[in-house]
Each structure stands twice: as C-alpha cells, then as structure tokens.
C-alpha cells in the first residue's frame, strides 16, 4: 500500500542564518534515505517546510513494505568451501548459518570462475524492509548528518537520559496517509499532534486528521506559514506594498531577507520612523545598523538615499501595532545615537594621527604588525603608479597608502567592522583630502566578493593591487597556502581581485615581473630599517616603553614566487571557464603563461573564431604533430634554416609561405590584432599538409633531417605565439 508520508520534527527557535539549509537537508536527507530503502519512488516529490520551530517533510508514494530482492551473495573459493567429495566444509557451513540457510542449499550454489578461482555464489531473497523500520533508520540517520553549526545537549523528560540536537525537540510527527508510524527520535514518541503560532494560533495542539492536511490546518488552525519559500514571498510583497505607499523602496538584501524569513512564522510588515537628524551620519552606517543588529529594511527614496523611515517584519498581528512600532522606534533610536556618536567622536581626530597606532595592530605572528606591512604597501602602490602613470600618480599612491588602513582604528570601524574602507573615505572627506584619495581608500579593498565593482580611480588601482599582491607575497613566504575549502587569509580572493583588476582595466602591467618587482620590495631591508626607525621615534616621542611586537621578518624565496604565479594561473584558468570559455581554449591560451593578463580575452576571442575556420583542426593536430616531432629531436633544435639544403618543393614552398606570412603576422602581432594573425594562419593549411604528404623529415642525413627540424620549429613559433594551438586538437 502507498500513502503520502509527512514527518515534522517540533523543537525550540532555530538557528535563523541556518534554517533554510537545515530545512532543505532534513528533506533531502529523509528522502534519500527512503529511497535508498526501496520505500519511495526516485521520483517521488518530495517538500521541505521549515519555520523558525519545525523542520518538516512531505515525500509522495511512499509504500508500506519495501519489496523483496533477490540478491546473488559472494561467499567463498570452491576448494574451501566444499570437500573432495563435494560435501559442505565447516566454514561453508558456518557462512551459510549467518545468513539464514543451511547444506540442504548447497546443491543450488552456483559455481562461477572468479579471477583464477571458482567461486561459489548463493542466489537469495532478501525480505523488503518495512516503512516503521525503515523511517526509523533513515530519520536517525538523517539527525546524525544534519549540517548544525553548533549542538545543544539537554535533558529529557525523565531527568536522567540527555541527548544532542541543534535545539532541544519537543515533539514528533510521522503520518503515512492517517496512519502514525510507530518511530521514535529524541526520545520523542510520533504521533499526530503539533502546535500552532506561539501567541496566534487558533487551537492548541493542531491534530493533523492526515499527511496531506498539514500545510491547510497549520495555516488555518495554527496561524502558520509552513513553507520557507511561501513565507518569504509573502514578507517580500508586504514590504513592497508598504514602500511603495511611502513612495520608497525597500533595501535589496537576499541574505537579511532569508534571516527575518526563518525568524518568524506569520509575516506582518509595519513601518517605523527615526529623527531625520540622524541622516546627517553616513547612511552606510544607518543602513548597517539597523539590518545586522534590529534585522530591519531600510527604506531609500528614488536617489538611493536612505530615508528616515524603516520596515519592520513582526511575529504577532495586534489589531492596534502601534505599540509594537512605538517600541521598535525607541531601540533604532539608541542605536542610530550610537553610531551618530562614533561618527562624531571620530572626526576629532585626523586619519594620519593613527598611523603610527598601526603598529600596535597584529598583522600576523610570523610578519609582524599592521604598522609595518604598510610601508611595504606604500612602496608598491608608489611603483604600480609610476609605471601606469608617472610621478603624480605615483606620490598620490603612496598618500593613499599612507591612511588606507587608519579608519581600522576609529570607533565606527571597531564598532562595525564591515565598514572599513567605507569610514576611511567618509573621513577623508571630511579632512578635505580630496576624492582621489579618498574614493582609494574605500576602493582599494574592491572587488570585496564576486561580481563586485572594481575601484573607482586610478589611485585606488594602484592601492587595490599593492594591498593584494602584498598579502599573496607575504603569505606564500611563509608557506600560508590555502588547501582544500581552507582559505583564512582570502587568497583565492586576493589573487581573483588582481586578475580582475588586471584585465577589466586593461592595465600594461606583466604578472611576472610585477610579482618579482613586489617580492623584492617585501625583501627591501631598508624599507624594513625605515619602518623600525620609526616605530622606535614614536615611541620614545609617546614616552611609551617599547615593546615586542613582533618584529617580521620577511625573506621571500624563489620556490615562493613560483608557487604564487602558478596559484593565480590556476584562479585564472577557473574563472575564464565561469566566463563560459572552453577547457580547450582557457588551456590553448594560458598553456603560454601569457605574462600581460589584459591581453587574454583578446586571445581567446581570437582563438574561438579561429576554432571555427574549417582549416582550424587540420592546423591544430599538425601543430601537435610538429610539437611531437621536435620533442623527440635529440639535442634540440637551433640551427636556422638553410635554403641551400631544401630539395623537395613541398618543403621550398612552406619556407616561401613562412617567409611571406611573417610579414602579415607581425603587423598583427605588432598592433595586437590576434584574430587576424591566426586567420593569416589558416593559409598554411595547404603548405603543410603537402609538406607531410611528401617530405620525410628523419633521413639519414644529418645536416638534411636538422634543416627540416629547423623549418618544422619556424613553423611551431609562429602558430603558437597567440596560443598553443596544439590544445585544440582532439
């Protein structure tokens, strides 16, 4: 018999960051579990439903008793199991005891050559499991491999017997069609009865008539959105019809959404007010305060500026809300008077004057601190700017620099360290240090995540690489690799930023000497003095004693840098493949190491028309072949060609074509127009399909077979400098 199946696990408020991905696994979980045991179908259908204190699934078709299989059992080698007269051994005998048979089943095993032995197989029927055993089975399961970020330990009933879940379980329900399945979870007995709404619903407790009243009675007698995706939409259409009577819009944020989402059970969207006052503090903070600490919706007006107006999702519907807003306003009020006294007690100070309380900030144990990794900061963004643009560039860089990291020990920032970078600009400003400066600030940490913007401005460029590629030096140094999902310093982050910035600013910049060229900054001894010199000055000037703070020594290696550069390919070659590049064409260009990483994309664009030429695969697998040919060669091959030794006129006429094509190719190559230059390359299809046709290139002779390996690697250099074509092959 088969019936819908409901299973729903009642416990205390949930973890709200976590409940969408704990809902979605209990389902996923239960299911597989199921299905794995023959009791649901593969493509039943299976729905998750998670509220702030439930996690619930409905699985269709599940049967009553899983059907029997006959299952074909491995046992052991002839000569061990029977004798010489073909009668059942001991250890025969004992292996057919364990599971359920005896001799009289000997004469039906079956004799199959397994390997070099014959082997005997005993063909079974295996009894399918029943629905209680195995909903038991696949919910312990399914309990113990829960992704919970941290487990309570409590109490149950009896005072004696504890066990371990996310929150401490209240009851359990498991519904085949009417029927309760007799499980037990928790030290909780199934039944048919849940609770409603805290303070709302209608009857307490719900008895759920069947599997598939569920969602109809908690709505109805418990006052109870079950489903996460149904409550969401829900709360998205009441805080768009709020806004827009205000004339507002309501603060795009999916991750806030999800956690007010997984906070309450029966959405009521209401709107509060601040004093307009409070606007004059930058709105990032007013924003930030009211989302991460009252998990309210700012309201912004048709600009994008944050409006004195908030909405706030409630729990409860009291047919008079004005308490619940009254009171909502009262705690936005403390908050927003403590971020507008941050700010105040900030500007009091200047940026420059916490430079040197840098130096008391750990930066890491092996490099030292905050202080003194700046100065190597300073220095590369001074380099980047006087390689991109000049002396201006370069000493703007450097000012940059300088303060990019100071907002790190203003109020605000420790307060709200997610907005560093951000503070730093709003004081800046405030100094009247100007937008260059100021915008970098902020900017340098861009992009933060993917798809973020890029910085602003050309200072904010050059800050942005030397704070990354500082970082990526300084922590392949000291061996600090990510590995696996572990990547504590954002590496891959850092290293995706550079590629970025690299080529979405079509940046001049090659990767390898701008590694080296930050490696031996990092290495520079005097900038280290420099910064000792200084650090020893403001003390002795502070009338502070001098202290350990771990002085870090910095001796970047070889084996480092090439670690790193092969780490950031790596980063590259995936993120091209995100861009819906081919593995073939990402592994043609960058097989290369093209060193000016603005020029790939242009490479690739060239190389997928070149794809599509039809002389295209002839050209790739003789590129291949080429490259076979001159692997092979002893000694290598130096000797340039010899026009004197060619004899054959298929070998004549492709060093003609070479000759003829290098005209068109470097003018291409000159002005960077590689889709053209590979395009000339499919003039050489005929040539050098001819030219294997009837040339041999290993002769005997040995001046003759150098001179052909001198024209095939003539040849293999002007296909390849756009891109291993040899990759395209198939």
């Not at 908030?310 to 008077?337: H, K, M, Y």
């Not at 913007?453 to 200072?459: A, I």
């Not at 940046?507 to 020893?536: A, C, G, M």
């Amino acid at each position: 018999m088969s019936a819908n199946l409901l299973v729903e696990l009642l416990v205390e408020e949930l973890p709200p960051k976590s409940l969408k991905q704990l809902g979605n696994s209990f389902a996923e979980l239960l299911s597989a579990g199921l299905q794995t045991q023959d009791l649901a179908a593969k493509d039943a259908k299976i729905t998750a439903y998670a509220t702030p204190r439930r996690l619930v699934v409905h699985i269709t078709n599940v049967t009553v008793q899983a059907p029997d299989k006959a299952v074909t059992q491995k046992l052991m080698p002839v000569a061990v199991g029977l004798d010489a007269q073909g009668q059942a051994t001991p250890p025969l005998l004992k292996k057919l005891a364990s599971l359920g048979a005896d001799a009289s089943v000997v004469p039906q095993l079956k004799r199959v050559l397994d390997g070099k032995a014959e082997t005997l197989f005993l063909d079974t029927t295996v009894k399918g499991t029943s629905l209680t055993d195995g909903l038991q089975k696949a919910l312990q399961d399914t309990i113990d491999q829960l992704p919970i970020p941290k487990v309570m330990t409590y109490q149950l009933a009896d005072g004696w017997s504890s066990v371990n879940f996310v929150r401490p379980a209240h009851s359990l329900v498991a519904l085949h069609g009417a029927d309760i399945v007799p499980i037990n979870a928790l030290g909780l007995q199934a039944g048919r009865e849940t609770q409603g709404h805290r303070f709302e619903a209608k009857a307490n407790p719900i008895v759920l008539h069947n599997a598939d009243s569920y969602t109809q009675q908690l709505a109805t007698e418990g006052t109870v959105i079950a489903s996460f995706a149904e409550r969401r939409a829900e709360i998205m259409h009441q805080l768009a019809t709020a806004a827009a009577k205000e004339h507002l819009t309501p603060i795009n944020d999916e991750a806030l959404l999800d956690e007010v989402t997984a906070l309450v059970e029966h959405p009521n969207v209401l709107i509060g007010k601040f004093d307009s006052e409070f606007l004059q503090v930058p709105q990032e903070c007013l924003i930030l305060t009211m989302k991460a600490n009252q998990k309210y919706f700012p309201l912004l007006d048709a600009q994008g500026k944050l409006a004195n107006k908030f909405l706030l999702v409630s729990n409860i519907r009291p047919t008079d809300p004005a308490q619940v807003i009254t009171g909502n306003e009262r705690v936005v009020r403390s908050r927003l008077a403590d971020a507008k006294f941050f700010f105040d007690q900030d500007r009091k100070k200047t940026l420059e004057s916490h430079v040197p309380e840098l130096d008391e900030v750990v930066y890491h144990n092996k490099l030292g601190m905050q202080g003194q990794r700046m100065y190597y900061v300073r220095a590369i963004a001074k380099m980047i700017g006087q390689q991109l643009n000049g002396e201006m560039l370069a000493n703007q860089a450097y000012q940059a620099a300088i303060l990019a990291k100071t907002d790190l020990l203003t109020g605000m920032v420790g307060e709200f360290p997610e907005l560093q970078g951000i503070m730093g600009r709003y004081y800046a400003q405030h100094e009247g240090l100007g937008d260059k400066i100021a915008f970098a600030i902020e900017d340098h940490y861009k992009p933060r995540f993917s798809g973020d913007e890029l910085p602003r401005n050309e200072v904010g460029v050059c800050l942005a690489l030397a704070d990354k590629l500082e970082t990526l030096v300084d922590m392949f140094g000291i061996d600090e690799i990510p590995t696996g999902d572990k990547d504590p310093f954002a590496l891959r982050r850092h290293a995706l930023g550079v590629i970025r910035i690299l080529i979405e600013k079509n940046l001049p910049l090659e990767l390898n000497t701008l590694i080296k060229q930050v490696t031996d900054i990092v290495n520079n001894q005097d900038i280290t003095d420099q910064w000792h010199t200084s650090y020893f000055a403001w003390k002795k000037k502070s009338g502070v004693k001098v202290t350990d703070v771990g002085f870090g020594e910095r001796k970047i290696d070889e084996e480092s840098t090439e670690q790193l550069l092969a780490f950031i390919y790596e980063r590259l070659a995936g993120s091209l493949r995100e861009q819906g590049y081919t593995a073939q064409e990402v592994d043609a260009v960058l097989s290369l190491n093209p060193q000016q990483l603005s020029d790939i994309p242009k490479r690739l664009a060239a190389v997928r028309a070149f794809a599509a030429f039809p002389e295209a695969a002839s050209l790739a697998a003789a590129n291949k072949r080429v490259g076979n040919i001159l692997k092979k060669s002893e000694g290598g091959v130096n000797a340039e060609v010899n026009t004197g030794l060619l004899q054959e006129s298929a070998e004549k006429n492709l060093n003609q074509v070479l000759i003829d094509l290098s005209l068109k190719t470097d003018t291409a190559l000159y002005i960077k127009d590689y889709a053209t230059f590979l395009q000339i390359l499919t003039e050489l299809k005929l040539p050098v399909d001819d030219f294997f046709d009837h040339v041999m290139v290993n002769v005997d002779d040995e001046k003759l077979r150098n001179n052909r390996l001198a024209l095939l690697k003539e040849l293999h250099q002007m296909m390849n400098q756009i891109a291993d074509l040899s990759k395209l092959a198939s």
